[in-house]
């Protein structure tokens, strides 16, 4: 991912984000993008618990 | 799956660590036990696991002094066994349906016992899964190996094995409500 990186792009990225399989830099850029975007705030939020499992 | 190392201390359910040693004592022998009655190695791991959570739920009424714990699991794996029997044939689809008393026992265990369901219960789930899912979940989480290295053993861009990862983890909530697990 880069500064191009698309919204369905960092949706995607949602699943390896919520595992911790993000390196530093995309983790950093997945978690502005979440707080701009209530769609994918939704879908943390359905993500976490099963992660977590 | 979270199992223990053997233990060369006798197994007792009345242990924070007791179902998992005796898992360790008495899983294998169990198991060959369900896969000759069942005929089918999906089906014996499913029986050893009722087995197991069984014993535990009705841990208080185990009595060394009258039984050995091998004896007592064997007497519960006899149960096991012909309950499936008969849940096979009076619902063939069932066959694979997680018993939801089992699932209700998770809000009252002991850490270990819940680390042990909590392994049965995402094991379960994973298999219910596509291949694909299931196959994405478990190399790079599970096995923790690094996407990229998983993506080329599977001959697919790293950035569709990062939608297969996101589209598996939504399976796996969808396939844990059904089985009834609450969060």
Same mark, same amino acid.
């Given at each position: 991912?880069?500064?191009?990186?698309?919204? %369905?792009? +960092?949706?995607?990225?949602? *699943?390896?984000?919520?595992? =911790?399989?993000?390196?530093?830099?995309?983790?950093?850029?997945?978690? !502005? %993008?979440?707080?701009?975007?209530?769609?994918?705030?939704?879908?943390?939020?359905?993500?976490?618990?099963?992660?977590?499992? | 799956?979270?199992?223990?190392?053997?233990?060369?201390?006798?197994?007792?359910?009345?242990?924070?660590? *007791?179902?998992?040693?005796?898992?360790?004592? %008495?899983?294998?022998?169990?198991?060959?036990?369900?896969?000759?009655? +069942?005929?089918?190695?999906?089906?014996?791991?499913? /029986?050893?696991?009722?087995?197991?959570?069984?014993?535990?739920?009705?841990?208080?009424?185990?009595?060394?002094?009258?039984?050995?714990?091998? &004896?007592?699991?064997?007497?519960?794996? @006899?149960?096991?066994?012909?309950?499936?029997?008969?849940?096979?044939?009076? @619902?063939?689809?069932?066959?694979?349906?997680?018993?939801?008393?089992?699932?209700?026992?998770?809000?009252?265990?002991?850490?270990?016992?819940?680390?042990?369901?909590?392994?049965?219960?995402?094991?379960?789930?994973?298999?219910?899964? =596509?291949?694909? %899912?299931? !196959?994405?979940?478990?190399?790079?989480?599970?096995?923790?190996?690094?996407?990229?290295?998983?993506?080329?053993?599977?001959?697919?861009? &790293?950035?569709?094995?990062?939608? @297969?990862?996101?589209? *598996?983890?939504? /399976?796996?909530?969808? &396939?844990?409500?059904?089985?009834? &697990?609450?969060?």
């Amino acid at each position: 991912m880069s500064e191009s990186s698309s919204r %369905h792009e +960092l949706r995607l990225a949602l *699943g390896a984000y919520v595992l =911790g399989q993000l390196d530093e830099v995309e983790a950093a850029e997945v978690s !502005r %993008h979440v707080e701009s975007c209530s769609q994918c705030r939704a879908e943390l939020a359905e993500l976490t618990p099963v992660a977590l499992l | 799956m979270v199992l223990g190392r053997r233990s060369t201390r006798t197994p007792s359910l009345s242990r924070e660590e *007791g179902v998992r040693e005796a898992y360790a004592a %008495h899983g294998a022998e169990l198991y060959r036990y369900t896969l000759r009655g +069942l005929g089918d190695t999906g089906a014996a791991e499913d /029986a050893v696991q009722e087995i197991f959570l069984r014993a535990w739920r009705a841990r208080e009424r185990y009595d060394s002094s009258t039984a050995s714990l091998r &004896v007592w699991l064997f007497a519960i794996a @006899r149960n096991v066994v012909s309950d499936q029997h008969r849940a096979r044939s009076a @619902r063939p689809w069932a066959r694979n349906l997680v018993d939801t008393a089992t699932l209700e026992v998770l809000g009252e265990t002991s850490d270990s016992m819940d680390e042990l369901m909590r392994g049965w219960v995402v094991e379960e789930a994973l298999r219910r899964l =596509g291949e694909e %899912h299931r !196959r994405a979940l478990v190399e790079t989480y599970l096995a923790d190996r690094p996407y990229a290295e998983v993506a080329e053993e599977l001959g697919i861009p &790293v950035s569709t094995l990062r939608s @297969r990862v996101f589209y *598996g983890l939504k /399976a796996l909530r969808v &396939v844990l409500e059904e089985m009834e &697990v609450t969060w």
